[in-house]
């Protein structure tokens, strides 16, 4: 199997249909036009009416018979027409008419050219009355599929939109009816953090920062890397959540271990609504991506969009659980492992999770994106202790850069010494600048270094007398107040 193959998505509309078909068969009930005709290819043709007639007589789709009935390829080609698709009707219904439109026109440019050939040949026009007729009641429906497509699902403008404000799961934090993405390296804690986060959930706890708590919901927690009988359970019961309403993967079966194949997705919303939840955890999220190319932004874009699209048709939060890359020198936003502009892209709200340097028991939640608060959400350290996390608010700001690049780190620290130094030397009033330099040399602070930090708290500066008689002054800026 060529995972590029698959990759490629659906290459013309015809196949963009039939993969919204396989998605979800009931789109077959808002174009009941549709028939095996409108579809070129005898592959195509064949796909439909398979399709047609096991939603017909059995309303399901068994995509190991339409392999059989496809033939050599017939899997890879199945995937790749669903890749990328959302299980929406919106694009489904102008992909039907645009399709039909299409035939239509194909059909009327046929009858063109056989009496533009006549007229060549004889100098005569025919069109005799059943070709008229035929050419009428094309641009019959023609004129009725331009009007279907100016229909509802056309543009409007947005003053016809009502303004509604965001709906939020935890305040600021977690978004319903969007991703979100924790990442952290392994053993930090994000298991314990979201689990902390369900168990708030089930039972209507405040959340983590003191915001009030919702209405107790059901929470669906997919993973694979822990155990749901010694993991998941012992410490979701430890950190008070209500066991009945947290639904986890029935270990005897893996029919939602591939969530970008149609037939996974199809069992998920099943799932969805039968369990009527608030949040859905996919822990972590590259245990459900299948052939999925975690390192190509499109790749990684096409296979959130249909969860995404879940999440907001049954008004969920969607929290995706990733471990950090190797790529210490990069920013914190990049250091999710993939592709950045994918799952950072395709997430409204992000987090980091990491240890402190000193004080290895103590983590750090700190927002790293958050496109729909208001403005950054405040950090949060936490311990787990007895079972239980206890939180406290940071009260100065953390630069997650600066914890998670060593290089960054080291000059963070040198800062920090220095201004530890600078402000010593200042706190009893002004001091002369040849003075200053002459002890930042004996404490080996480099000129720059002590230029630099002057400038990050502020030192007041001035001067007297002029050329070489001219001295400066540095003070801190509470002596000048």
């Known amino acids: 199997m060529n995972d590029n193959e698959i990759e490629k998505g659906p290459q013309t509309r015809s196949e963009r249909i039939l993969g919204s078909l396989l998605l979800n068969p009931e789109l077959l009930n808002s174009a009941e036009s549709l028939c095996d005709k409108d579809f070129s290819s005898e592959r195509e043709r064949k796909l439909f009416v398979e399709i047609s007639n096991q939603w017909e ?12 009935a496809l ?5 890879t080609y199945l995937q790749r027409i669903q890749y990328g698709l959302a299980p929406g009707n919106n694009s489904f219904i102008i992909d039907v008419t645009g399709l039909k439109k299409e035939n239509q026109s194909k059909r009327f440019l046929s009858l063109a050219e056989e009496e533009l050939r006549l007229y060549r040949n004889t100098g005569q026009v025919s069109l005799e009355k059943e070709k008229r007729l035929e050419i009428k009641k094309i641009l019959e429906q023609l004129d009725a599929l331009d009007g279907s497509l ?5 543009t409007i403008p947005i003053s016809k939109i009502k303004a509604e404000p965001i709906n939020w799961l935890w305040p600021n934090y977690i978004p319903m009816g969007r991703a979100t993405l924790i990442s952290g390296d392994p053993g930090v804690g994000k298991t314990f953090f979201a ?8 039972t209507g706890e405040p959340w983590p920062d003191g915001a009030p708590g919702t209405e107790p919901a059901n929470i669906l927690y997919l993973t694979v890397e822990d155990g749901a009988a010694d993991t998941i359970r012992p410490r979701f019961e430890a950190l008070g959540g209500k066991v009945d309403k947290l639904f986890v993967l029935d270990t005897e079966k893996n029919d939602l271990l ?3 194949s149609g037939d996974c997705l199809r069992r998920l919303e099943k799932e969805v609504k039968q369990l009527d939840i608030k949040l859905l955890v ?4 590259l245990d459900f991506c299948g052939r999925v190319n975690s390192n190509s932004a499109e790749a990684v874009r096409c296979f959130l969009n249909p969860l995404i699209g879940l999440a907001r048709e049954y008004n969920f939060a969607l929290l995706l659980i990733a471990h950090l890359n190797k790529a210490e020198s990069q920013s914190a936003i990049y250091r999710t492992g993939g592709s950045a502009s994918g799952w950072m892209g395709k997430c409204r709200a992000a987090f980091l999770i990491f240890r402190d340097q000193e004080d290895r028991k103590k983590r750090y939640f700190l927002p790293i994106k958050a496109n729909l608060a208001p403005g950054d959400p405040p950090q949060l350290e936490f311990r787990i202790q ?3 996390l206890v939180y406290e608010k940071v009260d100065d700001f953390l630069d997650p850069d600066s914890y998670l690049n060593p290089q960054l780190r080291i000059v963070q620290e040198e800062t920090d010494f220095v201004k530890h130094w600078l402000r010593e030397q200042l706190a009893h009033g002004e001091k002369e600048l040849k003075e200053l330099k002459k002890e930042a040399s004996e404490a080996k602070i480099p000129e720059r270094t002590l230029f630099r930090v002057s400038e990050k708290i502020g030192v007041i500066k001035r001067t007297e007398g002029f050329g070489r ?3 400066s002054f540095w003070s801190l800026p509470e002596a000048k107040k």
Not at 57 to 68: A, G, M, P, V
Not at 150 to 154: H, I, Y
Not at 282 to 285: A, E, G, K, Q, T
Request: proline share 5%; charged share 30%; net charge neutral.
């Open 469 to 471: 008689f001219k001295t």
């Open 282 to 285: 996919l822990d972590p999220i």
């Open 258 to 260: 591939d969530l970008g």
């Open 386 to 388: 007895d079972g239980r």
């Open 195 to 202: 689990l902390d986060i369900c168990a708030r959930l089930t």
């Open 150 to 154: 100016s229909g509802p699902s056309s």
């Open 57 to 68: 007589n059995y309303r399901k789709i068994d995509e190991l018979s339409l392999c059989k």
């Open 71 to 75: 033939g050599n390829g017939g899997l």
